[in-house]
């Protein structure tokens, strides 16, 4: 059976955080916990030993963060960044809100890269699936679990 790559979109930038993360996690933090669970061994019966599992359970993070760190860059797909005529991942785009005339801009990333105090949102989100491919001037109706309404598209860049 055939397995499907999940994709990952992720800037240029983006994906070097994520190296450099798991270049520390591999290089420096897997040993010292290494070093943390042998002392803490040594210190006797494992039974009661808070500190052998607290270092165990930091292990087990560190493992889990090292596999996800390695899936996400394996499934990366790096987006390219810059003016377009339509919005896409990698765009920032401004937007207006009809009802009130309120204008935000977002930039389009994936989702490991999404955070909303930075205006960044996943490329998953209500606003961003129906703004993919439009154009300038567009204006088109948003689905949210907070209700639905309406943006234009004001710039793309």
Same mark, same amino acid.
């Given at each position: 059976? /055939?397995?499907?790559?999940?994709?990952?979109? %992720?800037?240029? =930038?983006?994906? *070097?955080?994520?190296?450099?993360?798991?270049?520390?996690?591999? @290089?420096?933090?897997?040993?010292?916990?290494?070093? /943390? #669970?042998?002392?803490?061994?040594?210190?006797?019966?494992?039974?009661?030993?808070?500190?052998?599992?607290?270092?165990?359970?930091?292990?087990?993070? !560190?493992?889990?963060?090292?596999?996800?760190?390695?899936?996400? %860059?394996? =499934? /990366? %797909?790096?987006? *390219?960044?810059?003016?377009?005529? +339509?919005?896409?991942?990698?765009?920032?785009? +401004?937007? @207006?809100?009809?009802?009130?005339? *309120?204008?935000?801009?977002?930039? %389009?990333?994936?989702?490991?890269?999404?955070?909303?105090? +930075? =205006? @960044?949102?996943?490329? +998953?989100?209500?606003? /961003? @699936?129906? #703004?993919?491919?439009?154009? !300038?001037?567009? !204006?088109?109706?948003?689905?949210?679990?907070?209700?639905?309404?309406? #943006?234009?598209?004001?710039?793309?860049?």
């Amino acid at each position: 059976m /055939a397995t499907v790559k999940q994709e990952c979109y %992720i800037t240029k =930038n983006g994906l *070097e955080d994520l190296k450099k993360e798991l270049e520390n996690l591999t @290089k420096n933090e897997r040993p010292n916990i290494i070093n /943390a #669970i042998k002392e803490a061994r040594a210190l006797g019966d494992l039974s009661e030993n808070a500190e052998y599992h607290a270092a165990k359970e930091q292990q087990g993070q !560190i493992e889990s963060r090292i596999k996800e760190l390695e899936f996400l %860059i394996d =499934n /990366a %797909i790096v987006i *390219e960044e810059g003016a377009s005529n +339509e919005v896409r991942v990698g765009s920032t785009v +401004e937007i @207006k809100y009809i009802e009130d005339d *309120e204008v935000e801009e977002y930039k %389009i990333v994936g989702s490991t890269e999404a955070d909303p105090f +930075e =205006n @960044k949102i996943s490329n +998953e989100s209500p606003i /961003a @699936k129906v #703004i993919m491919g439009k154009s !300038i001037g567009d !204006i088109v109706d948003v689905e949210s679990p907070n209700g639905n309404y309406k #943006i234009e598209i004001i710039s793309i860049k």
